[in-house]
């Protein structure tokens, strides 16, 4: 025993180097063709069809004006994607080609021999093509890739015999049809945020691979790091020690008894544990080994703000006695992140909160306040998806002061280097399978299809501490089944809520437990959650659905209300734990729309502006269909009119722009409203634990729920959640039909903070009035929790007063500490109410100065006549950056300095010169 230990360290010492030969086929050194429409152009891979047509110029930008519509041509036609002869092929190996991502139908040949056939998006792909090199002169080693339509072919599979129907309403059409058959980005077939391409395409990677005897290719793998005896989606003890179980997937010949030696090193490089694994074992496809870290060799992970990101690089050695085989690295983090459905405790009653279950995530053992958005496919063609441009976005979403991402189910899986940038920043991201707004067919072919997906995807991103959760899928339960099963078909919800639980709980559970102990699986994204969990039976989760009991409260929520006058009336908003979607869409700005459509289209109800609004969702692929945009438009047009003064330049495009603007307006107040009722809700009997909106980013330029534009500038949106995603806000509650005007501090630090709220009332001028409401009130707020500091009524107080002149100022200034800090900090907020609608208020001209120092690189604005609503920096195209501050008010006085970040910059700090400032007075003004 003892020597043969000492035989495992000794193998563990030596780094030899493997010999395999790994050839990437990346580059453009690639053509795309067309036969029969006589189009042959060079390409790159990897790429989409889309794109090297465009770069070529066959086709112009896919984003510009209406080509979403005119470019139909090239999804109903099938392309190649030849490469050139493959040199460096010795033919006395054997031969392997590796695909990481083939979108989606191919047939793909090998010195003009068939190889295979792929059908999903998401699997990588892999085949040994030896026996097709032996005669094959190196002229003619050309890979051909020939890419079939996928709308084409999803509707010659919905065509089959026998195959799966729904009742009608069930599933939703965007654009393409029959999406549901078929494994690929499902949004790829049109969705009410974005365009439908339906793009083709090698979108990842590719290799050949030449192997000797005895060597092996490690094509994908997965670390899991847990604490001992950790089961998902059960909040483990944090006084065990750290298991780390490795497992790899290879091809190729592995020689008997091979060792596996480990590494893992700090950020300084300095090895922190090493030595071989234990328990290790192996097939003909996968080897896997784990060993224990003392809890005290390596320091936590931790989101943005809750503490640091510290990450480690893990390196596993594959040795046989006498070579070395392979090698995997990865960068990990120790952490554990549990989403906590389990039933609230008498401990968690007595604290105030309501019966029921919990439905809360947990990082290393704290329970948090969760504050993000839905991260949606950031373009339509992956494949020009650059580290750079995410990079950008994430560091937005540091800088809006959120903390997790949930990564939506009918996009891609999200590139490694998306989850590697969200382990640096620390944004926890909570990842769906890609099933969405529809019920999937579970013939065994379609299952075999995900199972394989799913593995690969689950194994593939398992070692990033960014990944918090794995979701089966968007609003399948309470929306598809909960909702439009039971009310089209009540009779089949049996038959249908039994294929959901096939696909969701028997193929899709078992494929993040059976490789991951460390992440918690929900099968569905909205839900009621478990009503059990016990690993004693195969499947462990039973799921809720709608059995439940009255006064309880359960699961997660999502809000659409497309009225606008749920603003400012928090008796619609639903009361859960958790808010996983809410939101109202708005147009981007004028300088988003320039970038993507004719100067003359620059109206709010142009055609084009009116064609690329996909809310509601045409529902088919009629390029004139007017009515369902017209709701998504007229939407927009009346939530402004309820609330806010309405825009009448008389320049055509000045108009458009303002009208832009107050969409901005009514949409970034919505949300501040909604996530202040969550927020509050943190200390109410549903312990409210989180808010994500909809959603972060746009795909391309059109009317959205997005807080970020297509090329990243910043919409009023995340400027205003940043603000009411600070730690500590304070908010008004107001009834307009009783006049009860409540204002709650709200804090999601882990300690308790102590401070002063204080309240001042103002009319338009910027005169205190002089109006009975305490004017400084001390307070304690618990962690996580909130609490009320003012309770009065506006009909008693303001009697007299003219409620279009009357606004009250709230500001919160408290003192407490940043969760794993030790240094006490100082916390402030402000925040205004107003009792009339901002479109009857008495609004002056503020007077808004703006000046910039060289010095400090600072904005300072100035109101100089009366209260400034809504102010608002705004700068030229050419230039991406955000504020430090925006969309604040001023009273008359009081000098704001505004700081920023330059994202990107091609006007040489000349943007400065064309920076300009506004508030709701200019929407007022025909100039
Ligand atoms: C188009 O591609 C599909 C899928 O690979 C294939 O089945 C079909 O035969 C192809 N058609 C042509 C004309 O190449
Ligand atoms: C650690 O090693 C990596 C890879 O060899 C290297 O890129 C990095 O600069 C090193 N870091 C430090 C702090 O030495
Ligand atoms: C293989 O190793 C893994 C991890 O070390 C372990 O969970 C599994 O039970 C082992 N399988 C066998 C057949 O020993
Ligand atoms: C929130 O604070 C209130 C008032 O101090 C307290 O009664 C309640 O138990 C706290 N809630 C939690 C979950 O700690
Ligand atoms: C069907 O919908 C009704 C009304 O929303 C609800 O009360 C009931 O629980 C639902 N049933 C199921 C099985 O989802
Ligand atoms: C509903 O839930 C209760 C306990 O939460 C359980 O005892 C009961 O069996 C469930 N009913 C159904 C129809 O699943």
């Not at 438009?633 to 000045?654: C, F, L, N, R």
Request: charged share 20%; glycine share 6%.
């Amino acid at each position: 025993m003892r020597l043969a230990q000492t035989a495992l360290m000794a193998a563990c010492l030596g780094r030899l180097v493997s010999s395999q030969k790994v050839i990437s086929l990346v580059g453009n050194d690639w053509t795309v063709h067309n036969d029969n429409l006589n189009i042959s152009v060079p390409a790159r891979l990897p790429s989409h069809v889309h794109l090297d047509l465009f770069e070529n110029q066959v086709i112009g930008d896919p984003y510009y004006g209406l080509n979403e519509f005119n470019l139909r041509w090239v999804v109903w036609n099938n392309w190649t994607y030849t490469s050139a002869p493959i040199s460096g092929l010795s033919t006395n190996a054997s031969t392997w080609l590796q695909f990481n991502g083939l979108d989606t139908f191919t047939s793909i040949s090998f010195c003009g021999k068939h190889v295979a056939n792929t059908n999903n998006q998401f699997r990588q792909w892999w085949y040994d093509v030896s026996h097709l090199l032996v005669n094959c002169a190196e002229k003619d080693r050309i890979l051909d890739i020939n890419f079939g339509s996928a709308p084409l072919i999803a509707n010659a599979i919905a065509d089959e015999p026998g195959q799966e129907t729904w009742p009608y309403g069930v599933q939703q059409v965007y654009e393409f049809t029959n999406r549901w058959f078929i494994r690929k980005e499902q949004s790829d077939f049109g969705w009410d945020w974005g365009p439908a391409f339906a793009p083709a395409g090698p979108w990842q990677p590719a290799y050949v691979i030449q192997l000797k005897a005895n060597e092996i290719h490690v094509r994908n793998s997965v670390v899991d790091i847990y604490r001992k005896n950790q089961l998902n989606n059960l909040p483990p003890d944090q006084s065990q020690p750290w298991v780390v179980n490795a497992s790899m997937d290879y091809f190729g010949q592995l020689p008997a008894d091979p060792t596996l030696c480990y590494t893992v090193t700090d950020a300084n490089n300095k090895t922190i544990a090493s030595g071989a694994l234990d328990h290790v074992n192996y097939t003909d496809s996968t080897i896997t080994g784990m060993t224990t870290i003392a809890n005290d060799k390596v320091d936590l992970w931790w989101p943005s703000q809750l503490g640091p990101q510290t990450l480690y690089r893990l390196t596993v050695d594959v040795t046989s006695k006498t070579d070395h085989l392979a090698s995997i690295t990865k960068r990990v983090g120790f952490r554990t992140i549990v989403l906590n459905e389990s039933p609230i405790s008498p401990k968690q009653l007595a604290q105030g909160i309501a019966p029921g279950n919990n439905w809360h995530f947990e990082v290393n053992g704290h329970e948090f306040y969760a504050k993000g958005s839905n991260f949606i496919p950031p373009d339509a063609f992956w494949p020009r998806v650059t580290v750079e441009k995410m990079d950008q976005l994430l560091n937005s979403v540091v800088d809006g002061n959120q903390n997790m991402l949930r990564v939506w189910a009918s996009g891609a899986y999200s590139p490694d280097f998306l989850y590697d940038l969200a382990d640096e920043k620390g944004i926890l991201l909570w990842s769906e399978f890609e099933f969405g707004d529809a019920l999937y067919p579970v013939n065994p072919d379609f299952l075999d299809n995900v199972r394989e997906e799913a593995e690969y995807n689950v194994r593939r991103v398992n070692h990033h501490p960014s990944l918090a959760l794995w979701a089966g899928g968007n609003e399948l339960e309470n929306l598809e089944l909960g909702i439009l099963v039971n009310q089209t078909a009540p009779e089949e919800l049996p038959k249908y809520t039994a294929e959901y639980e096939e696909l969701f709980l028997n193929v899709l559970l078992p494929a993040v437990f059976g490789n991951s102990k460390s992440i918690s699986y929900a099968p569905s994204s909205t839900s009621n959650g478990w009503a059990s969990l016990n690993f004693s039976n195969t499947i462990p989760i039973i799921e809720r659905y709608f059995n439940l009991t009255l006064g309880s409260i359960y699961g997660e929520t999502d809000f659409y209300n497309y009225d606008p006058v749920v603003l400012y009336n928090d008796s619609a908003l639903p009361v859960g734990r958790f808010s996983n979607e809410f939101g109202y869409h708005s147009m981007p700005s004028l300088q988003s729309w320039r970038s993507q459509i004719s100067e003359r289209d620059l109206s709010f109800n142009s055609s084009t502006v009116f064609l690329r609004d996909h809310h509601f969702p045409p529902g088919n692929l009629n390029t004139s269909n007017y009515d369902n945009s017209s709701i998504g438009q007229a939407q927009m047009t009346e939530s402004v009119e309820m609330w806010y003064p309405k825009p009448y330049k008389t320049d055509s495009i000045a108009n458009f722009s303002a009208w832009c603007h107050a969409t901005q307006i009514f949409q970034a107040d919505l949300y501040k409203f909604e996530i202040e009722f969550y927020r509050r809700g943190s200390g109410l009997p549903e312990r409210q634990l989180g808010s994500l909106y909809w959603q972060l980013e746009d795909i391309w330029v059109a009317p959205t729920w997005a807080g970020i534009e297509y090329d990243g500038r910043w919409k009023i949106l995340h400027y205003t959640a940043k603000d009411i995603y600070e730690h500590v806000i304070i908010s008004p509650h107001f009834d307009r039909a009783t006049g009860n005007l409540s204002a709650w501090v709200t804090s999601d630090l882990w300690e308790s903070v102590k401070g002063k709220a204080s309240f001042a009332w103002f009319d338009w001028n910027g005169k205190q009035l002089d109006i009975k409401t305490p004017s400084c009130v001390d307070f304690e707020v618990g962690a996580i929790n909130s609490t009320r500091v003012l309770q009065t009524n506006t009909t008693e107080i303001l009697n007299g007063h003219d409620l279009n002149n009357a606004l009250l100022r709230l500001t919160v200034e408290a003192d407490g500490k940043l969760p794993n800090s030790e240094t006490t900090q100082k916390f402030r907020h402000e925040n205004w109410f107003h009792p009339a609608a901002l479109k009857d208020a008495k609004l002056v001209d503020p007077g808004l100065e703006i000046s910039y120092s060289d010095s400090t690189k600072k904005f300072s604005v100035e109101a100089t006549k009366g209260v400034a609503s809504w102010v608002w920096l705004d700068y030229p195209t050419g230039t991406v950056l955000n504020f430090h501050s925006n969309a604040f008010w001023l009273v008359p006085g009081e000098k704001k300095e505004i700081g920023y970040i330059v994202k990107s910059d091609t006007t040489n700090g000349g943007w400065i010169e064309g920076v300009t400032v506004q508030s709701l007075w200019n929407q007022t003004q025909n100039e």
